[in-house]
Every structure is written in C-alpha cells, then in structure tokens.
Nanobody, 116 residues
Framework: QVHLEESGGGLVQPGGSLRLSCAAS????????MSWYRQAPGKERDVVAR???????NYADSVKGRFTVSRDNAKNTVYLQMNSLKPEDTAVYYC??????????WGQGTQVTVSS
C-alpha cells in the first residue's frame, strides 16, 4: 500500500524558514518524480517545486531563489527547504509522487502559516 506522509509544517514569522519532509512507502521511490504543491484557502492547488528521478529540479516563479527541493533515495524522502517565507506562502503543502507506469499518489498535506 502506497503511503506519503508530510511533516515539518507550522507557524513561522515572515522571513523565517521551515523544512518540509515527505516520507514515502509502498513505491519504488527512486524512479519517481516527486513534487510539492500548495493550496491556499479559496484557491486552486498549484505546483511549487518538482524533482525528477535524476534530481533535475524546477520551481514556480513565486518561490525561485527561496525554496529548494531535494531528495534522499536511501530514506525514500523528499524535502522542501523554504527560506525567506512570506505571508503569501501560507497554505496547505502536499507531496505528490508520480511513478512511471505506477500512477500518482498524494500525501495528506501539512499546514504552513506565515504570520507575525
């Protein structure tokens, strides 16, 4: 059974940092493209960052230079390091795994709130 579990969310002041983690089980993690999405209240779920099986990355324009996505295949975990956080980064952050010929899977989400 596939399971993705995000952690690391919380309340942080503007300008602060958080690191999100997403631990995967039940999939061949190393061959998957892993993505972070976020959804703010009343808005659509949008992609924030993506990392492929060969560790190529891309980012939404709104987070370039502030967020870094990485993966540790030995731990079946993908990370999102978020620096210089802004109030507009407030959202529920979701992890998604896209496995070749295996489908797409989502985590349950973790809340990030940026507020003073």
């Amino acid at each position: 059974q596939v399971h993705l579990e995000e952690s690391g969310g919380g309340l942080v002041q503007p300008g602060g940092s958080l690191r999100l983690s997403c631990a995967a089980s039940g999939i061949i993690f190393s061959i998957g493209t892993m993505s972070w999405y976020r959804q703010a209240p009343g808005k659509e779920r949008d992609v924030v960052a993506r990392i492929t099986s060969d560790s190529s990355t891309n980012y939404a324009d709104s987070v370039k230079g502030r967020f870094t996505v990485s993966r540790d295949n030995a731990k079946n975990t993908v990370y999102l390091q978020m620096n210089s956080l802004k109030p507009e980064d407030t959202a529920v952050y979701y992890c998604k795994a896209l496995i070749p010929y295996g489908g797409a899977y989502w985590g349950q989400g973790t809340q990030v709130t940026v507020s003073s």
